[in-house]
């Protein structure tokens, strides 16, 4: 995230948590990023202002005391900090979602709490509860997920084991660059910094934590950027029948398209373009799942379970 998106974000909770008009005296002592002298300071702020009201950001201005002609002070009123979507698709609320995890992160950060924490030095009441309105959350089953986000914005690189076909865990390390969800899974992207690739991978095939690099602002994602590009097939997904054992299999459960019930199991039709992939979550299910169609998926799950006999015994 650039110095200039930080210093937004900062001032924008500043103007947000405070309970009286922000002079611009007390607005670049609080808030990190205004540097220079004074007449940078000033431009540098007429420039956020114009910024953050050209992104529908509402900036009051007032004075302490009507009365008298005290110097002109700032705030947002939380009522009038609103955004009107209007009709959008699935994949740009997935990726209007995606931004709201990567701005929680940014307005619960040390940075963030710092602006708050000068505002109480200069005795200047504010609250962090008037905040969460610019972050909402965004809810995800997966525990690494903040984790991701978090590192994306801060261009910090990741390492974690990740299973291999074979079902083996090998350690990659990832300067990631977007995370996004098809088919009821969710899928990382990013440059493997071993390989010297761009990969993507399955998140619940990530075995253990997540850890992420000290350093900051080590890449840039390229410009144009889109992950929604490696996540759709070049060749139309295939269709698998598969029966599953009734209350289990809920990963396959999942991504069903069609299910019917017979008796102690359930027939369950999906769609899929790796079957590698498919085949490795097949596999986790053990005897909770059965192929019924195609054959060469059956044939490919036989010859897995075979490679998996010879190598272990």
Not at 116 to 144: C, Q, W, Y
Not at 265 to 283: C, M, V
């Amino acid at each position: 995230m650039s110095r200039k998106i930080e210093r937004l974000i900062n001032l924008t909770i500043a103007l947000l948590a405070t309970k009286r008009y922000l002079t611009k005296n007390e607005i670049f002592r609080s808030v990190e990023g205004y540097e220079g002298s004074d007449e940078a300071k000033e431009r540098m702020f007429e420039r956020d202002k114009d910024d953050l009201r050209n992104l529908g950001v509402e900036i009051e201005v007032g004075s302490f005391d009507p009365v008298f002609e005290d110097e002109a002070g700032y705030r947002i009123k939380p009522e009038g900090y609103s955004l009107n979507l209007g009709d959008i698709s699935g994949t740009q609320v997935a990726l209007l979602s995606l931004a709201a995890e990567a701005w929680r992160g940014a307005a619960l950060d040390e940075e963030a709490h710092r602006a708050l924490n000068k505002l109480h030095s200069m005795g200047i009441e504010s609250d962090m509860d008037s905040v969460p309105v610019i972050a909402p959350r965004l809810f995800s089953t997966h525990s690494d997920f903040q984790v991701i986000t978090h590192a994306i914005s801060k261009r910090k690189r990741i390492s974690f084991q990740y299973l291999n076909p074979n079902l083996i865990g090998e350690l990659r390390t990832i300067e990631p660059y977007a995370i996004a969800t098809r088919n009821a899974h969710w899928y990382l992207s990013g440059w493997d910094v071993v390989k010297k690739a761009l990969r993507t991978f399955r998140l619940d095939r990530v075995d253990g934590q997540i850890v992420t690099g000290k350093d900051e602002g080590l890449y840039e994602i390229p410009q144009g950027f889109d992950v929604f590009d490696y996540l759709d097939p070049e060749n139309p997904d295939k269709t698998a029948s598969i029966r599953v054992r009734k209350g289990k299999a809920q990963l396959l459960r999942s991504s069903a398209i069609t299910m019917i019930d017979s008796g102690d199991w359930d027939l369950i039709t999906l769609n899929y373009s790796d079957e590698s992939q498919l085949i490795d979550l097949i596999l986790w299910h053990g005897e909770d799942a059965l192929v019924e169609t195609p054959e060469g998926l059956r044939h490919g799950i036989v010859s897995r379970l075979q490679q998996i006999v010879a190598k272990h015994g």
